[in-house]
């Protein structure tokens, strides 16, 4: 059988999402509970990877098993098992067609960012730029992400893939001196929420200008965008299916 | 020459205010920092210590130094040497009449508490209590305490001395599923704010009723209060000194 789960967790221990062999990671420590819970090995398959101290508010993975626990009673074991700095917020039977990744239609992420004096409380969770952006600039500028381009200059160097995504939303809100980006689109590959935000935070720093990262787009990777805001920031915020 | 800073840290990752020879503390940090800055060892003293885990919004603590800097210089100064979970909100040059500790006439703590469902962002920020509680019975308990009183039963066991005290304010608010106990007086005991929290949050549980805490309150040590609320939720909020 299938289990779907959404899980929220803060990024600030971890070496990411991605199970490695000595490092803390979020698939490692839920990998660990479900191997008790289980008594076997248990491999589990999120929407996505996130990259070290990048946190989750709705992360969604799936897990098969054969343990035949009855439904409401699978949240309640795994978070029995959970370090404080994971949370499983809902976990349900699904049917086995669905997949956390390959199912998954749109996916939104947050960035955080904070144009106040510097808040020791905020240090791993809001991006302390500590200095004012003209946010008209930057939601002008934003609006040329919008729609299906090659990102490749707003990749990862190492990604050589397919780096054509649609971007359906890029928002940008102010709030008592925090700044939220606001980024829904079909996917994005690794990096690519940060050099976005990074590249729309020189624009509102005005350091460069909206025709520059415009150039940086349509160069197709030949004019990389090397700004990449601060991973303390970045939350994955929702994962949207079909069915929901 | 005498310097009054305002600082704030997040106590997460420390083993409380007060210097210690092996663990990390916030009067280390600061002290490490001040050395660096005056070229030999200046001792730092505060309004009080806090605990292990415990926050601070606005903590005071003053030194004494031969180094001439600018005034508008400290802050920046010993901001430079901060790791990133203390924060210099102020610094100014202070006659040597004042002195943190016993120039404070009032201080104030904030408790934050959750009754929501676990969240893990908020694991070493807001106590994850979890459950409903009765915001009216804790309200009218906590006014028990308003006004001069010996918290003794509300004291650490440890602590042999004067333990009278006089209580100003003790306001309960909730706001979205967070509660917020607010306590003002003239000075508080090592553990004193955790167990008057601790107190009435089992009064608000329905666990003891108000007559058992007042019982416990007027028997003066001889009826201690066991319930201790975790350092985690707790803040120093403000420290008030006549020239405010």
Chains 1, 2 share one sequence.
Not at 153 to 160: I, K, M, R, T
Not at 191 to 200: E, F, P
Request: with cysteine.
């Amino acid at each position: 059988m299938r289990v779907k789960c959404v899980v929220s967790y803060d990024g600030s221990r971890f070496h990411g999402f991605q199970v490695q062999d000595k490092e803390r990671t979020v698939q490692g420590e839920i990998q660990k509970a479900l191997k008790k819970i289980n008594e076997e090995e248990v491999i589990i398959h999120a929407s996505g990877r996130t990259d070290a101290k990048v946190h989750a508010v709705h992360q969604v993975f799936h897990f098969d098993t054969k343990k035949d626990l009855p439904p409401q009673q699978w949240k309640r074991a795994i978070n029995h098992f959970m370090p404080n700095d994971i949370y499983i917020l809902d976990a349900s039977y699904t049917d086995d067609e669905f997949h956390s990744r390959y199912s998954a239609i749109k996916k939104e992420y947050r960035y955080l960012l904070s144009t106040k004096e510097y808040n020791p409380f905020d240090t791993n969770y809001v991006f302390q730029y500590g200095r004012q952006l003209d946010i008209e600039l930057m939601r002008e500028a934003s609006q040329i992400f919008i729609g299906e381009h090659n990102f490749a200059s707003f990749c990862s160097y190492d990604q050589y893939g397919n780096t054509i995504r649609t971007l359906y939303t890029f928002d940008i809100v102010e709030e008592d001196g925090i700044i939220t980006f606001r980024l829904i689109g079909n996917g994005f590959r690794r990096y690519m929420v940060r050099h976005l935000v990074g590249g729309i935070i020189q624009v509102g720093a005005k350091r460069i200008s909206k025709e520059i990262l415009s150039e940086m787009l349509e160069s197709c990777g030949t004019k990389k965008c090397l700004f990449k805001a601060k991973p303390q920031g970045l939350y994955l915020q929702e994962v949207y299916y079909e069915e929901d």
